[in-house]
């Protein structure tokens, strides 16, 4: 028992956290002829059932995940597991059908039924089991209420409301301005232009995985792994001070964690260049400003001639462009977040004077 | 239109009332055509009704499937509908100032035998986040955000962002711990918006001379808050926000949603 809470606590250390997400993603993409089948869906599912079976038997475990408010993300938890397992499967099974020269099931399903009573009824079936479960769930939950606002006495950890989680987790590795105006915006304009930037007019209406790869591999880095595993991160293990905590951690308020993060500007002038920080913040803080025009501005074009040439031929230039730079700034969080873990870095580029740090 | 019925004998009470009743002048006033069980009144039911009509008359037989779109854009709509009315109902015993908000809450709570409106409300709100996710995630792996819908894509994202944003909203009616500080830790980003926000990026370049044009009590997050914390100010705006501006925004944002489906050639599939 002790020794698979300590294995459980460990595991769930954000660093090893995110990268056994990323491995997973790449797993079940790599993998998937394996992942469609049933016992592994039904499996992951299963086993993620049996781990909060263990869990409700822990108390920190217990008193975490059956605060009413973050009942609904252990529902997330294991519908996103599903839905996720459930459409690469679904896009297995019609490729084998289209390598097969059979075309993909939906095509199969052209003909026109009659709306009243096809879809009516299943409409008016999930309907009522939305409410029956809505009804139930409201009747064993009670909403909470804690005590009446009070401005002076600040709960630590205060949170957001748990959507936005994710947003607040990133605020670890990017200051309020990046992660929560820039970044955020980026998401919207992103998602907003996708249709405009996909040209790839294969996969249009069927689900399939071989016609699209690249999409949606991205797609689900963004979604599944970005987005939703941080939520759970910032939902379920982040506790007084932000400070990490497993599942079956105390949340102790005491709990130290050690602040050693370094700029890169003290890195190469202090450390490297073994002189004292320039006055200037333009001479101090150039490698950093160089490194970010760098990223934003010059690396989408080498990127263009190497790696992503084929992309730049397909799209042109100025969808090659929107795509890269949105691609960009969607990593400028794993990057981040790898500098921080390899290197503690704190900030590429430190101007306090203007509020400006990234 | 009405086929002549035939009571025979044999039929039961239940068969006579019902017949009787299909042709009374209320029943035939309402409903303009017999059940839907023939090609001609599967038409005509699609047609005559309002609330059907959003719907085509034939569709896709993959469409109907709970395989293809998991009925996630359903599921979203009905669950707004049932905010809308458990909203509705709350608004009776609400009054969104410091005086009133957090006490209507508890006498909601104490005072109404086996209330669940607050409940259905609550979860429901957090359900629709999760609907309108995994509806946009059904949409991403079908790949039907491919023209022609690529508009109708983007309504749905506007959407999702005003279903967080009402969710948001609501999040800080109950005046409780809870309530105010989550919109506190959410509404401080505000302050760090370039040039907008009195610690964001930028604003201190805006000045004419000495005066600071951005300061804490006129940047981004004011204009949030209707004031420097999160008050009285704030709490008024979050309660017209989310009960009557994001609302009616997001109910012209379905129609359109819903009419561009249509429009699209209804739910997709391949060519
Ligand atoms: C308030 C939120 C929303 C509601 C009530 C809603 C409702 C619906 C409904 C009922 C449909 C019909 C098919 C289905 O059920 O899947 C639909 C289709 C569609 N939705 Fe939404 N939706 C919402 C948000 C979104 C979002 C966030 C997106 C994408 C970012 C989106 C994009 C689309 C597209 C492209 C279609 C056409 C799909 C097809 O033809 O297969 N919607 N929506």
Same mark, same amino acid.
């Given at each position: 028992?002790?020794?698979?809470?300590?294995?459980?606590?460990?595991?769930?250390?954000?660093?090893?956290?995110?990268?056994?997400?990323?491995?997973?993603?790449?797993?079940? !993409?790599?993998?998937?002829?394996?992942?469609?089948?049933?016992?592994?869906?039904?499996?992951?599912?299963?086993?993620?059932?049996?781990?909060?079976?263990?869990?409700?038997? *822990?108390?920190?475990?217990?008193?975490?995940?059956?605060?009413?408010?973050?009942?609904?993300?252990?529902?997330?938890?294991?519908?996103?597991?599903?839905?996720?397992? /459930? %459409?690469?499967?679904?896009?297995?099974?019609?490729?084998?059908?289209?390598?097969?020269?059979?075309?993909?099931?939906?095509?199969? &399903?052209?003909?026109?039924?009659?709306?009243?009573?096809?879809?009516?009824?299943? &409409?008016?079936?999930?309907?009522?089991?939305?409410?029956?479960?809505?009804?139930?769930? %409201?009747?064993?939950? @009670?909403?909470?209420?804690?005590?009446?606002?009070?401005?002076?006495?600040?709960?630590?950890?205060? @949170?957001?409301?748990?959507?936005?989680?994710?947003?607040?987790?990133?605020?670890?590795?990017?200051?309020?301005?990046?992660?929560?105006?820039?970044?955020? %915006?980026?998401?919207?304009?992103?998602?907003?232009?996708?249709?405009?930037?996909?040209?790839?007019?294969?996969?249009?209406?069927?689900?399939? $995985?071989? &016609?699209?790869?690249?999409?949606?591999?991205?797609?689900?880095?963004?979604?599944?792994?970005?987005?939703?595993?941080?939520?759970?991160?910032?939902?379920?293990?982040?506790?007084?001070?932000?400070?990490?905590?497993?599942? =079956?951690? $105390?949340? *102790?308020?005491?709990?130290?964690?050690?602040?050693?993060? !370094? *700029?890169?500007?003290?890195?190469?002038?202090?450390?490297?260049?073994?002189?004292?920080?320039?006055?200037?913040?333009?001479?101090?803080?150039? $490698?950093?400003?160089?490194?970010?025009? =760098?990223?934003?501005?010059?690396?989408?074009?080498?990127?263009?001639?190497?790696?992503?040439?084929?992309?730049?031929?397909?799209?042109?230039?100025?969808? /090659?462009?929107?795509?890269?730079?949105?691609?960009?700034? #969607?990593?400028?969080?794993?990057?981040? #977040?790898?500098?921080?873990?390899?290197?503690?870095?704190? /900030?590429?580029?430190?101007?306090? &004077?203007? =509020?400006?740090?990234? | 239109?009405?086929?002549?019925?035939?009571?025979?004998?044999?039929?039961?009470?239940?068969?006579?009332?019902?017949?009787?009743?299909?042709?009374?002048? +209320?029943?035939?006033?309402?409903?303009?055509?017999?059940?839907?069980?023939?090609?001609?009144?599967?038409?005509?039911?699609?047609?005559?009704?309002?609330?059907?009509?959003?719907?085509?008359?034939?569709?896709?037989?993959?469409? +109907?499937?709970?395989?293809?779109?998991?009925?996630?854009?359903?599921?979203?709509?009905?669950?707004?509908?049932?905010?809308?009315?458990?909203?509705?109902?709350?608004?009776?015993?609400?009054?969104?100032?410091?005086?009133?908000?957090?006490?209507?809450?508890?006498?909601?709570?104490?005072?109404?035998?086996?209330?669940?409106?607050?409940?259905?409300?609550?979860?429901?709100?957090?359900?629709?986040?999760?609907?309108?996710?995994?509806?946009?995630?059904?949409?991403?792996?079908?790949?039907?955000?491919?023209?022609?819908?690529?508009?109708?894509?983007?309504?749905?994202?506007?959407?999702? +962002?005003?279903?967080?944003?009402?969710?948001?909203?609501?999040?800080?009616?109950?005046?409780?711990?809870?309530?105010?500080?989550?919109?506190?830790?959410?509404?401080?980003?505000?302050?760090?918006?370039?040039?907008?926000?009195?610690?964001?990026?930028?604003?201190?370049?805006?000045?004419?001379?000495?005066?600071?044009?951005?300061?804490?009590?006129?940047?981004?997050?004011?204009?949030?808050?209707?004031?420097?914390? +999160?008050?009285?100010?704030?709490?008024?705006?979050?309660?017209?926000?989310?009960?009557?501006?994001?609302?009616?925004?997001?109910?012209?944002?379905?129609?359109?949603?819903?009419?561009?489906?249509?429009?699209?050639?209804?739910?997709?599939?391949?060519?």
């Amino acid at each position: 028992m002790g020794f698979l809470k300590g294995l459980a606590n460990s595991i769930a250390d954000p660093r090893l956290f995110f990268l056994l997400a990323v491995g997973a993603l790449l797993l079940a !993409v790599w993998k998937r002829e394996t992942v469609a089948s049933n016992g592994v869906g039904y499996g992951l599912l299963g086993f993620l059932g049996l781990f909060f079976l263990f869990g409700t038997f *822990d108390a920190n475990f217990r008193l975490i995940v059956t605060k009413p408010d973050n009942v609904p993300i252990v529902g997330l938890i294991f519908l996103l597991l599903f839905f996720v397992w /459930y %459409s690469i499967r679904e896009g297995v099974l019609n490729d084998r059908r289209i390598a097969a020269g059979n075309g993909p099931i939906e095509k199969a &399903e052209s003909d026109r039924v009659w709306v009243w009573p096809d879809l009516v009824y299943t &409409e008016l079936i999930s309907l009522i089991l939305c409410s029956v479960v809505l009804i139930v769930w %409201s009747i064993f939950l @009670k909403a909470p209420l804690e005590q009446p606002a009070n401005p002076a006495n600040t709960p630590n950890p205060s @949170k957001a409301p748990w959507y936005f989680l994710g947003l607040q987790e990133m605020l670890v590795y990017f200051d309020p301005w990046l992660a929560g105006v820039v970044l955020p %915006s980026l998401i919207i304009v992103g998602l907003i232009c996708i249709p405009y930037i996909d040209k790839n007019p294969k996969g249009n209406g069927y689900y399939t $995985f071989v &016609e699209r790869k690249a999409e949606i591999t991205i797609f689900l880095f963004g979604f599944a792994v970005l987005w939703a595993s941080l939520i759970v991160l910032g939902t379920f293990l982040r506790g007084p001070n932000w400070n990490f905590f497993g599942p =079956f951690e $105390f949340w *102790d308020i005491h709990k130290l964690a050690a602040l050693t993060n !370094v *700029d890169l500007s003290e890195y190469i002038w202090v450390r490297g260049l073994r002189t004292g920080l320039p006055q200037q913040w333009y001479i101090r803080e150039i $490698f950093g400003i160089l490194l970010v025009l =760098f990223y934003v501005f010059a690396l989408p074009v080498i990127l263009a001639k190497g790696l992503f040439k084929t992309y730049y031929e397909k799209l042109g230039a100025p969808r /090659y462009y929107v795509a890269t730079f949105l691609f960009l700034m #969607m990593m400028s969080l794993p990057m981040k #977040m790898l500098a921080r873990w390899i290197f503690n870095l704190k /900030y590429i580029v430190h101007i306090s &004077e203007f =509020f400006f740090n990234i | 239109m009405a086929d002549t019925k035939i009571v025979a004998p044999k039929e039961g009470p239940a068969t006579q009332f019902w017949n009787w009743l299909t042709e009374t002048q +209320v029943w035939t006033s309402v409903f303009r055509h017999d059940r839907p069980n023939t090609d001609r009144n599967r038409v005509l039911v699609m047609l005559s009704n309002v609330f059907l009509h959003l719907h085509p008359v034939r569709i896709r037989k993959s469409g +109907v499937k709970l395989r293809y779109t998991w009925c996630m854009g359903g599921l979203t709509f009905f669950l707004f509908l049932s905010l809308t009315l458990t909203g509705l109902l709350l608004m009776f015993y609400y009054r969104p100032t410091l005086e009133y908000a957090y006490t209507d809450i508890v006498g909601l709570r104490e005072h109404v035998p086996l209330g669940i409106m607050r409940e259905m409300h609550r979860w429901g709100a957090h359900a629709m986040v999760i609907t309108v996710w995994l509806h946009m995630f059904r949409v991403f792996m079908t790949g039907s955000y491919k023209p022609p819908r690529e508009f109708n894509w983007s309504v749905g994202v506007i959407m999702l +962002v005003l279903t967080l944003l009402l969710s948001f909203t609501g999040y800080l009616l109950p005046w409780d711990q809870l309530a105010i500080w989550a919109i506190t830790v959410g509404s401080n980003m505000a302050r760090a918006t370039p040039f907008l926000g009195h610690e964001g990026p930028g604003a201190q370049l805006l000045r004419l001379g000495d005066v600071p044009l951005i300061h804490a009590a006129d940047d981004a997050r004011f204009a949030l808050l209707g004031g420097t914390f +999160v008050g009285e100010g704030a709490l008024l705006r979050f309660y017209v926000l989310h009960c009557v501006g994001l609302p009616l925004v997001i109910a012209v944002l379905m129609a359109v949603h819903f009419w561009r489906v249509r429009k699209d050639g209804g739910i997709s599939g391949p060519m």
